[in-house]
C-alpha cells in the first residue's frame, strides 16, 4: 500500500497549547490521528513525525526514499530559513507538498519566503489542521495520474 510520510518541524508539538486564534485548536495528535484517517478514505497509510532538530529532520527525508511514495511537509520557521532541507527534499526525489496551517502569505513578511516551495508540489496553506487532508488528497490524485 502506498505510503506517505507526514513531516512537521519545530515547535509544532505544542499544537493546541497556545495561539490557537493563529493555528487553531487542534494538537499535534489530533492533526495525525486526521492523516492516518484520511489516508485510510484515500487506500494508503501515514506514518507520522516530529522533530525541533534541522539534522533530524534532513535525516528523515532521506530515510523516506526507501520506504514513501511521498512527504506532507511542515517545517515551520525552517520554511523560511532552510536551504539544507530544501536541497534534501530535492535530492530524495519525492513528491512533497508543503503545508501550512496559517496562511503564511498574510502574516510577517519574512514568512513569505519558502526555500520549500521550489522543490515542492504544491504548498496548502491558511485551512489549519485540514490543509493535511487536502496535502494527502492531493498526493493521492499525483501518484494516481502521473
Ligand atoms: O502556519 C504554519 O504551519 C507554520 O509553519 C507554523 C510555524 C511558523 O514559524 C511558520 O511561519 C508557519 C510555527 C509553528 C509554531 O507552532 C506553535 C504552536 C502552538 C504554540 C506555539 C507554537
Not at 1 to 29: C, D, W
Not at 55 to 81: E, F, M, R
Request: aromatic share 4%; with cysteine.
Amino acid at each position: 500500500m502506498t505510503s506517505i510520510l507526514i513531516l512537521n518541524g519545530p515547535n509544532l508539538n505544542l499544537l493546541g497549547t497556545r495561539q490557537p486564534e493563529v493555528y487553531g485548536a487542534a494538537t499535534l495528535e489530533d492533526v495525525e490521528r486526521m492523516c492516518h484517517d484520511a489516508a485510510k478514505t484515500l487506500g494508503m497509510t501515514v506514518e507520522c513525525a516530529q522533530s525541533n532538530h534541522e539534522g533530524i529532520l534532513i535525516d528523515q527525508i532521506h530515510a523516506a526514499k526507501s520506504s514513501h511514495a511521498g512527504i506532507v511537509l511542515n517545517a515551520g520557521a525552517y520554511t523560511h530559513t532552510s536551504i539544507a532541507l530544501m536541497d534534501a527534499i530535492a535530492s530524495v526525489e519525492l513528491p512533497m507538498i508543503e503545508v501550512h496551517l496559517s496562511n503564511i502569505h498574510r502574516r510577517e513578511t519574512f514568512r513569505h519566503k519558502s526555500f520549500l516551495a521550489q522543490v515542492a508540489l504544491g504548498q496548502i496553506c491558511g485551512f489549519g489542521a485540514f490543509g493535511y487532508v487536502l496535502a494527502l488528497q492531493a498526493l493521492a490524485k499525483h501518484l494516481t495520474t502521473s
